[in-house]
């Protein structure tokens, strides 16, 4: 999501040299429950590294690769 992007870090005068974004996904419009996520591309070769999602809860953390 380009709006999403972040393209500077409170504190960092150095450059972001790679992409990463980070926001809210809406996961059920009636109870107003949202995923929070940061995504930092890979800074080797995003075109073909895996990603990887890490979600943690107060009673789990799901990892998938």
């Not at 972040?6 to 960092?12: D, H």
């Not at 790679?18 to 890979?42: A, C, D, H, M, P």
């Amino acid at each position: 999501i380009p709006a999403h992007e972040i393209t500077s870090l409170p504190g960092l005068s150095a450059p972001i040299n790679f992409k990463q974004y980070s926001g809210y996904i809406q996961v059920n419009s009636t109870s107003q429950r949202n995923l929070f996520y940061w995504f930092v591309e890979s800074q080797n070769n995003p075109s073909t590294d895996p990603v990887v999602l890490w979600f943690v809860s107060l009673f789990k953390i799901i990892f998938i690769s």
